[in-house]
Antibody, heavy 128, light 108 residues
């Protein structure tokens, strides 16, 4: 059974940094392009926003414009865990952050992914 | 960027009746569209992908239709557990995935 269990999050001051983790089970983050995990966030009372994705070997990383140059994805395949490092945080980054398994196909450099399942989410609050 | 617009924002329907939710894309997304259900305090749950394919374990009362720019999620014979917020997501425009703003389905 595929599961994604998140940890980290909390309260941080504007301009600060935080890292959230996503440990996966039921599949392994092996060195091939078969398993994909994305980050999606949801501001309080708002809708969903795709945030980031990285290929299994880190050769390609993709970020939403709203977080580019401030957020960074990394992964530790030996721990089956992904990380989202968030720097220079602002109030607009306050949200529940979800990791989610990408499902679908990869064609010509494009990932046609929907998300299933999702982690339980972790709340990041940016406030002074 | 492909903008996804859902309507209505809120839909009031009585249990046992049918609910019809709409999702419109600003540009053609082919059939690369998914639907999710989200209940308060929970992560979203996948209902439909490929515009019309039910995910594993999803009851048959949930059905999706459409292609291109117009999509519909239909829920027949509403059960109490179906009242939630529903989101559509296009995955045609990698890496600029986008979601609709959601439709809240409430009990009438």
């Amino acid at each position: 059974q595929v599961q994604l269990v998140q940890s980290g999050g909390g309260v941080v001051q504007p301009g600060g940094s935080l890292r959230v983790s996503c440990e996966v089970s039921g599949f392994t983050l092996t060195n091939n392009d078969l398993h994909w995990v994305h980050w999606v966030r949801q501001a309080p009372g708002k809708g969903l926003e795709w945030v980031a994705f990285a290929r299994y070997d880190g050769s390609n990383k993709y970020y939403a414009d709203s977080v580019k140059d401030r957020f960074a994805i990394s992964r530790d395949n030996s721990k089956n865990t992904l990380y989202l490092q968030m720097d220079v945080l602002t109030a607009e980054d306050t949200a529940v952050y979800y990791c989610a398994k990408g499902v679908g196909h990869y064609t010509g450099g494009d990932y046609y992914n929907w998300f299933d399942p999702w982690g339980q989410g972790t709340l990041v609050t940016v406030s002074s | 960027e492909k903008v996804m617009t859902q309507s209505p924002a809120t839909l009031s329907v009585s249990p046992g009746e049918r609910a019809t939710l709409s999702c419109r894309a600003s540009q053609n997304v082919n059939n690369n569209l998914a639907w999710y259900q989200q209940k308060p305090g929970q992560a979203p749950r996948l209902l439909i992908y490929g515009g019309s394919t039910r995910a594993t374990g999803i009851p048959v009362r949930f059905s999706g239709s459409g292609s291109g720019t117009e999509f519909t999620l239909t829920i027949t014979s509403l059960q109490s557990e179906d009242f939630a917020v529903y989101y559509c997501q296009q995955y045609n425009n990698w890496p600029l995935y986008s979601f609709g703003q959601g439709t809240k389905l409430e009990i009438k």
